[in-house]
């Protein structure tokens, strides 16, 4: 028999989910205009929980539709974490690393000398990257050796 969830899971979901939230408009990587549409989504679908199998399933939709979730939602999900990463998302993060590197070179976060480094260090890794839990922990790393490129904003699915 599949155990029920209690109440206090769904309050730990909802504040996981609002910690994204209030991140991403910091950061910018979510947008006022999506609100609307993420509410919409997290209600219907919270709804449906019965089972820790529920929130899983709904833990690796939302952080599918918005990567950014995938950071905050951290409820033991070895389902997502293990899940192969697209050829489409690794194109999207080595965009994003490329847009950040850009923006870091604009703000003067970033110098012309990094680059090498940092480049080096993005085509020594990526190709190790298979699952979400491998880039997690890439994108980790990056934005610890580099702040600029921080991982909020590299996460970010347009």
């Known amino acids: 028999m599949t155990p029920a969830i209690k109440d206090t899971h769904h309050e730990h979901v909802y504040h996981k989910v609002l910690d994204a939230i209030i991140a991403g408009l910091t950061n910018s990587t979510i947008t006022e205009a999506q609100l609307p549409e993420i509410a919409d989504y997290v209600l219907r679908q919270s709804e449906k929980f019965k089972t820790p199998k529920d929130i899983e399933k709904f833990t690796a939709d939302l952080s599918h539709r918005w990567p950014i979730f995938l950071l ?8 997502l974490e293990n899940t192969p990463v697209s050829k489409e998302h690794i194109t999207l993060t080595e965009h994003r690393i490329l847009d950040a590197i850009i923006a870091g070179l604009k703000n003067s976060t970033l110098r012309e000398s990094q680059l090498p480094e940092i480049a080096n260090y993005v085509l020594e890794k990526m190709p190790s990257v298979k699952t979400h839990r491998d880039l997690n922990r890439f994108l980790e790393n990056l934005s610890d050796r580099w702040p600029t490129l921080s991982i909020h904003y590299l996460t970010f699915e347009k």
Not at 72 to 79: A, G, I, P, S
């Open 72 to 79: 905050y939602l951290k409820l033991d999900n070895k389902t």
